[in-house]
């Protein structure tokens, strides 16, 4: 497992690579059953499983190697944290075999002082969007559909929203 970033602030993600590497070709070919890391320091999110092309010459020559699984992790405790090693299973013919990555150690630094009593855990660069989906005129005391998208790079899927204060109402049928 390569990490992009061993040192990073808090919710702050990084992006983790996973790759095998076999004198034997073929089995690149049957690694199975990914496990990513489960850990209550970390929060673990796949980018993708695809397969990259297999590279013949790594190592010097003597072992291929494959791309099997990028995913990003998101350590949401200060200090030292440590990455499980990554799980997965190679089936040959006359056996099964479970295989494990390294851990890596990451530095999580704390986030900066100052942040307002409102801040939940968002890390990341974010946009904002507030729109009205339907066109026309809106009436006081009357019900409208407001749409709120975030996008960005961050920590998107763990954040905590702030309660807006603004009432919201089922549909009516």
């Known amino acids: 497992m390569e990490i992009e970033d061993r040192e990073v602030y ?12 076999s004198r034997n070709i073929d089995n690149l070919r049957k ?11 970390i929060n673990v ?3 993708h499983f695809r397969k990259s092309e297999i590279d013949p010459s790594d190592m010097g020559g003597s072992m291929a190697s494959q791309v099997i699984a990028v995913f990003m992790v998101f350590p949401n405790h200060a200090g030292y944290v440590e990455v499980p090693a990554v799980s997965a299973s190679v089936n040959t013919l006359s056996s099964k075999n479970k295989i494990l990555s390294n851990k890596v150690k990451l530095n999580v630094k704390k986030l900066p002082e100052g942040a307002p009593g409102s801040f939940k855990n968002a890390v990341g660069n974010f946009k904002v969007d507030v729109y009205c989906p339907t066109a026309g005129k809106t009436e006081v005391e009357k019900p409208m559909n407001v749409v709120v998208k975030v ?17 919201l109402y089922g549909r009516k049928s």
């Open 151 to 167: 996008s960005g790079e961050g920590n998107i899927m763990d954040m905590k929203l702030p309660d807006d204060g603004i009432p």
């Open 31 to 41: 690694v199975r059953n990914i496990q990513l890391p489960q850990q209550d320091n």
């Open 45 to 47: 999110h796949p980018v």
């Open 10 to 21: 808090q919710d702050q993600p990084t992006i983790a690579v996973l790759k095998v590497y």
